[in-house]
């Protein structure tokens, strides 16, 4: 591993779990189920904390390193964890916290790593005997991880993954995207699932994983340089700003060989310019926190699928459900939501330490929300979520089809398209822009552009104009906090000033 503070090898990832899993054990002796909350920065300390979970037994819960102190309580609060692993630094935080929510819970620190002289109370040494890893085996089909989902669309939820699920995973991930030779640069969160999921199939193949506590563009493309990567797993948001990176010139990247997109939709602009700068193609895939990972891939050695996500990863069952007759299919060519079945699909989520709430329906089908279609080739395009469509006159509109022909106009550097109330339709299509530089972006020019391209009932009636889009910590469009930040000026009348209103 390469992380902020050097480099890090397997042996010593091992040596370091070890005494982490020797506490854990010792404390979680009795007591089920034994879960441990991991409240690190991405480093390599973070997967040795990680591992020594796994060691056990026991259930890790990653959390976000920047989660505040309040959004960290509501956590607690719901998961009881018997330890929490987290920094020096917040250490007497964390104390504070469970001491108020009266927790039993025991604050801890990973420990240096092995070989360093800092002082620790507990001897690095410590290592459970064989017998002890061999009773901490325990059911592949119990709860070895609970993965919060980002809460892009609501509230923060405790996904139940199981270890049969990421193992399977996992796997297939390092079957399909990895080489025992690779050097992957992982810039995000390993506390949320793609990159957990994209961390350990690098830890599986044997291959060098690269993490930062930074998500500063110019200091990966520093490490995208230096480490020589291979490969890139990241949310579409780092590749845009990637690319206004002087160090990443054509060229900078002789050895990349593989780059992979998620989290959201990458633009046709975003893929087609990532492609011609280092002449890599830019794959997108589709999962979820309920599924554990990626369910969906597309190939780069496939161009008829490199504009979707790609086709389902072995044992997933995908169905396209008739919104107007879920126990129907969508006809050939038509648009329905995606419904998920297979080993990998969550448990339930859970609702305290002993109970989950089932996830998916009496059929084993997990209802994802997400709009999509299927062609001839089986390659699926995400159209947009259920609930993010905006009816207008009678009229459906996806949010996500209008926002990618906004960020097509060259004066637009991002764009976000959310339902203003309208007296007469019900809802109107309202647009967040975010434009390229301080010159001010012609409104008229925006507006031809997307009926150029778009019917007229989903051309945005408004525009605003805003410096940044919330987003959340994997990079995601935010549009629980994009509702929020347009309620004041969108929700009610008269515009703002900067809108343009159409007929």
């Known amino acids: 591993m ?43 300390a973070w997967v040795a904390g990680y591992l020594g979970v796994l060691k056990t037994g026991g259930t890790v819960a990653p959390l976000n390193a920047a989660l505040t102190g309040a959004e960290v309580a509501r956590i607690l609060a719901t998961s009881h964890p018997r330890t929490v692993l987290t920094t020096v630094e917040r250490a007497d935080e964390i104390t504070a916290l469970c001491e108020q929510l009266d927790l039993a819970t025991r604050v801890r620190t990973p420990g240096p790593a092995p070989g360093t002289q800092a002082d620790r109370t507990e001897p690095s040494t410590i290592a459970m005997p064989q017998e002890e890893w061999d009773k901490a085996v325990g059911d592949p089909d119990a709860a070895c991880l609970i993965m919060h989902t980002s809460g892009s669309t609501g509230d923060c939820k405790g996904v139940v993954q199981t270890g049969a699920a990421l193992h399977l995973v996992a796997d297939q991930w390092r079957r399909q995207h990895r080489l025992p030779t690779d050097v992957v ?9 793609y990159g957990h999921v994209a961390a350990a199939a690098t830890l599986l193949a044997g291959a060098t994983l690269i993490v930062s506590s930074s998500n500063d563009p110019a200091r990966w493309a520093d490490l995208l340089t230096d480490c020589r990567v291979t490969v890139v ?48 193609a ?31 990863l072995p044992g997933l069952e995908i169905r396209l459900a008739d919104p107007a007759d879920p126990g129907a299919e969508t006809g050939s060519g038509g648009t329905g939501e995606l419904w998920v079945r297979g080993p990998q699909v969550t448990p339930g989520y859970r609702v305290d330490p002993w109970q989950a709430t089932p996830a998916t329906d009496g059929d084993g089908w997990l209802h ?10 089986g390659c699926v395009r995400i159209a947009g979520r259920c609930k993010d469509a905006i009816m207008t006159g009678g009229y459906t509109v996806q949010p996500a089809e209008v ?3 906004l960020r097509a106009h060259p ?21 967040l822009v975010v434009p390229h530089g301080t010159e001010p972006v012609p409104v008229d020019d925006l507006i031809a552009h997307c009926r150029s391209v778009l019917a007229r009932y989903k051309v945005p009636r408004t525009i605003d104009f805003v410096p940044v889009l919330p987003l959340t910590a994997v990079g995601k469009l935010d549009r629980a906090a994009l509702q929020q930040l347009a309620a004041p000026s ?14």
């Open 2 to 44: 390469v992380d902020d503070f050097g480099t890090t090898s397997y042996r010593d990832l091992d040596q370091w779990s070890d005494p982490i899993a020797h506490d854990l054990g010792v404390a979680g002796h009795g007591h089920e189920p034994h879960c441990t909350v991991l409240l690190l920065p991405n480093s390599a």
């Open 185 to 193: 640069a992982v810039p995000l969160p390993l506390a949320h699932t």
């Open 411 to 431: 004066a637009v550097h991002d764009a976000a398209v959310l339902g203003r109330t309208c007296p007469e339709r019900g809802e109107a299509p309202h647009a």
């Open 403 to 405: 926002e990618d022909v």
């Open 233 to 280: 797993e990241a949310v579409p948001t780092m590749y845009t700003r990637l690319l206004r990176q002087p160090a990443l010139a054509p060229g900078a990247l002789p050895g990349l060989r593989s780059c992979i997109t998620g989290g959201q939709g990458a633009p046709r602009v975003l893929r087609e310019e990532w492609q011609r700068r280092t002449g890599v």
């Open 368 to 377: 994802t929300g997400d709009l999509v279609t299927r062609d001839e080739h």
């Open 490 to 503: 969108v929700m009610a009348a008269p515009a703002a000033p900067t809108v343009l209103e159409r007929p």
């Open 282 to 312: 830019l794959v997108q895939n589709w999962g979820m926190t309920e599924l554990s990972g990626p369910g969906l891939c597309a190939d780069a050695d496939r161009p008829e699928c490199l504009d979707s996500v790609g086709v389902p």
